[in-house]
Structure formats: C-alpha cells, structure tokens
C-alpha cells in the first residue's frame, strides 16, 4: 500500500532561518510525490512535485524539496523562512496501485509556525 | 487554485438532509478528485471521475454519489446525512490529458464547509 509520513506535527523556526518539513514515504514502484500548503479555511495549494528527473525540486513561494531514494524521503526545504510561510503542509503520493486514476494519499500535515 | 470554483462555500444542514456540491474546473480539466478532510485531519479521497466516467473510489458512504457533467462540472450528492459528515469537501481537478502531456498536480478547489446539526 503507499504512504506518507510526516513524523512532526509542528515546526517551529524563526524568522529567517531555513526551514525544513519532513515526509518519507512508502510506495510500490517509482514514487509521485507532492508538497501542498493550506491556510487556515482555505484549499490546498500545489508547492511542487517530484516525478522524475533532479532530485532536488523547486517549486513556489521559494520552497525546493529534496528527493532521497535511499532514505524514501521526500523533505521540504526553504533557506528563509517567513512569518506568512505559517501554515500546515501536506506531503503527498500519487496512488500508482489505482493505474492512472492517480488519487492523492496525505501525510498527516506538519503545521508550520515561523516566528518573528 | 485559481479558477476552480466550489459552490457553495458554506453549508449547513439538518441529520438526514441532503446536500449537492457542485465543482466547476479550470478549462480542459478532464479529470476531478473529490476529497473529504475532517476537522484536524488529512484530506481523505472519495471518488473521481475522467472523461465523464468514475474511475476510482475511495472511502465514500453509500450514502455520497456523485457526477461529472458534458462541460466537465462536477456534483457530489449527499443524502442521509449524519453529524460526522461535517466536513470540508475538496474537488480537485487535475489535467490528467494535458495539452503538454500528462500532468500529475491536482488543483484543489477553495472547498464547501458542511456542517450537519
């Protein structure tokens, strides 16, 4: 069955430092893997995505995230963090057992408090 | 995502009411995830479509159906409901057959709250 862990439910940094949000996952197959950020009330908003390629992935806002085969890790990294970066993150896997029906399976979410 | 349209944003309704979600995709979205998340909880898939057609469900009641339309919107009708069907509901549509290939980023809706008294 595939997974994704996210072991942290919260991060805390400061203002300006980097940042890092963890995800490992578990898959059969080559993994589909997604960051998502949501704000309070709101909808998931797409970060990036690892499919195939460079193992370090950039995507928006300034967030890249790091794809680690060795580790099944798929963490979400950002060199300087900001107060409106304060929000919860998703990892995510792309259901390859469902063909290409592609549903998303979520990790549990880390919230993501970035402190002045 | 801009351009997904979820309607309404807020429901509320009584147990063994019904309720009708709508979602309207950004153009030449031709397949549609719906998702529930529960207070504090993780998105949970529910059923999706492609080309008209389900192509997948997850955990939904028998309760839930849903469709999708010739212009791509999509419903998902909830009858019966329960207290613990409160919850946020998510369509994402995803350009499965994109003009550049395939595309595998779902792009989520704002969401209809529900809430059930």
């Known amino acids: 069955a595939q997974s994704v862990a996210q072991p942290e439910d919260q991060v805390n940094v400061a203002e300006g430092n980097p940042l890092t949000v963890k995800c490992t996952y578990s898959?059969?197959?080559?993994?589909?893997l997604f960051w998502y950020v949501q704000y309070p009330n709101r909808g998931l908003q797409f970060l990036l995505k690892?499919?195939?390629?460079?193992?370090l992935v950039k995507g928006s806002y300034g967030f890249e995230a790091e794809f680690n085969k060795s580790q099944t890790s798929f963490h979400l990294k950002k060199p300087s963090a900001l107060v409106s970066d304060s929000a919860l993150y998703f990892c995510?896997?792309?259901?390859?057992?469902?063909?290409?029906?592609?549903?998303?399976?979520f990790g549990q979410g880390t919230t993501l408090q970035v402190k002045p | 995502a801009a351009g997904v349209i979820q309607s309404p944003r807020h429901l509320i309704k009584e147990k063994r009411e019904t309720a009708t979600l709508k979602c309207y995709p950004i153009p030449r979205h031709d397949t549609v995830y719906w998702y529930q998340q529960g207070p504090g909880q993780d998105p949970q898939f529910l059923i999706s479509f492609y080309e008209k057609m389900q192509s997948d469900k997850g955990s939904i009641p028998d309760r839930f159906s849903a469709q999708q339309f010739s212009d791509y919107h999509s419903e998902l009708n909830m009858s019966s409901l329960e207290l613990g069907d409160s919850a946020l509901y998510f369509c994402?549509?995803?350009?499965?057959?994109?003009?550049?290939?395939?595309?595998?980023?779902?792009?989520f809706g704002p969401g209809t709250r529900l809430t059930v008294t």
């Open positions: 690892y499919i195939t390629g460079d193992n």
């Open positions: 994402a549509p995803c350009p499965l057959r994109g003009l550049k290939g395939p595309q595998y980023e779902q792009y």
């Open positions: 898959v059969s197959g080559n993994p589909y």
């Open positions: 995510a896997v792309r259901d390859a057992s469902s063909g290409n029906t592609g549903k998303l399976i």
